[in-house]
Structures are given as C-alpha cells and as structure tokens.
C-alpha cells in the first residue's frame, strides 16, 4: 500500500530548530517530494519542494531559514528548520508528487497525515 508518514514535530522556543522527516513507500516513479502546512483559520500553504531531478524551491517566508533535502533512504524527504517563530506555528504536511502507474503521463498529489510543530515560549 502507498504511505506518507511525517515525523519531528514538537513544541519549540521561537528561534529554535526543528527537522522534519517524511518516509513514503509503495510509490513508483516519484516525480517531486513537498512541504506544505497549514496554520489555524488559514489555508494550506507551500513550503518547499526538491523534485526528482534536485531542483529545490521554497516559499519567500522561509527562505534562508529552512532547508528541504533527500533523507537517508529512497522515497524520503527531510526539512530542517531555523529560527523559527510563532508564525510558523501550523500543522506541517509531506506532499509525494508520484505516477499512478508506470509511464503514466497522470501525476498525483499523496499527502501525509501531518505533524504538529508549535512555536511558543
């Protein structure tokens, strides 16, 4: 079965650090892996993006402070996060960009369940 699973939220002081990890399985043909995430009363946003060929891209709001990177194994995607303020406070989400069948020319959107990450002294 195809899985997303987030990882390394918490509680943090603002100008704290944070990663973030994401493990996907079951997945053929991985076009680009994402962060999104989504704040009370607001509405998801973009955070950063490494596709399959490492071509990275980040919202202008984190730029400089947040850096994505492939994880250890296949199919997994890091974000490492610096001083970090209670504006990023949200639910944080992995997004897997991936074919829904070998050669498709159709790509999908596969979203985790999210992790909470809270910025708060």
């Known amino acids: 079965q195809k899985q997303v699973v987030e990882s390394g939220g918490g509680l943090v002081q603002p100008g704290g650090s944070l990663k973030l990890s994401c493990a996907a399985s079951?997945?053929?043909?991985?076009?680009?892996m994402a962060w999104y995430r989504q704040a009370p009363g607001k509405q998801r946003e973009f955070v950063a993006i490494?596709?399959?060929?490492?071509?990275?891209q980040y919202a202008d709001s984190v730029k400089g402070r947040f850096t994505i990177s492939s994880g250890t194994g296949n199919n997994m995607v890091d974000l490492q996060m610096s001083s970090l303020t209670p504006e990023d406070t949200a639910v944080y989400y992995c997004?897997?960009?991936?074919?829904?069948?070998?050669?498709?020319?159709?790509?999908?959107?596969?979203w985790g369940q999210g992790t909470q990450v809270t910025v708060s002294s």
């Open positions: 490494i596709t399959s060929t490492g071509i990275k």
């Open positions: 997004n897997i960009r991936a074919r829904a069948r070998a050669f498709s020319v159709t790509i999908y959107d596969n």
């Open positions: 079951g997945f053929s043909q991985v076009t680009a």
